[in-house]
């Protein structure tokens, strides 16, 4: 969203740093969606919807460029670089330590990482997550998760 430049306290967001921002997750969604078709059946669909989102967005981002620097209030770029890098983390993290053990970890990092400061309010949010998360699929889609480390498994 952009902003009139003396009402704000934020960054200069340049448009080749954006298109930097979009084409990593528009990479990282290749590899969500290439790594989703590598799996057998209905396991397959949701990694293949989210990179393909991912991608599909980041497409959109690009298309919305313009030239000109920006002030914004967007997050200065070496933030944005370390959230996928904590993104990725948490994907390899969710493989060996399991999806909900890993959101616990990940949840309010992100939120740290965005800003908030208010711990009550990301404790509440991280516990929310995970709970809905596990009630969604293990009863809604009826697709237990695979063994966690926070169930024992």
């Not at 430049?5 to 590899?31: C, I, Q, Y």
């Not at 799996?39 to 989210?50: K, L, R, T």
């Not at 909900?100 to 908030?116: C, H, K, N, Q, V």
């Amino acid at each position: 969203m952009a902003v009139e430049p003396e009402k704000l306290e934020g960054n200069p967001v340049r448009p080749l740093e954006r298109l930097a921002v979009a084409l990593a997750v528009a990479l990282a969604g290749g590899v969500v969606v290439w790594d989703g078709a590598r799996q057998a059946g209905a396991s397959a669909y949701f990694p293949i919807a989210v990179g393909s989102a991912m991608i599909a967005l980041s497409a959109v981002s690009v298309a919305r460029l313009d030239r000109e620097t920006r002030m914004t209030e967007e997050v200065p770029l070496v933030r944005g670089f370390v959230g996928l890098g904590m993104l990725a983390a948490f994907i390899f993290l969710a493989g060996q330590i399991g999806f909900l053990t890993a959101s616990i970890a990940f949840i309010p990092a992100m939120a740290l990482l965005g800003g908030d400061r208010n711990f009550l309010r990301i404790a509440v949010g991280t516990v929310a997550f995970v709970i809905m998360a596990y009630v969604v699929f293990n009863l809604a889609f009826a697709q237990p998760f695979p063994a966690e480390l926070i169930l024992g498994g």
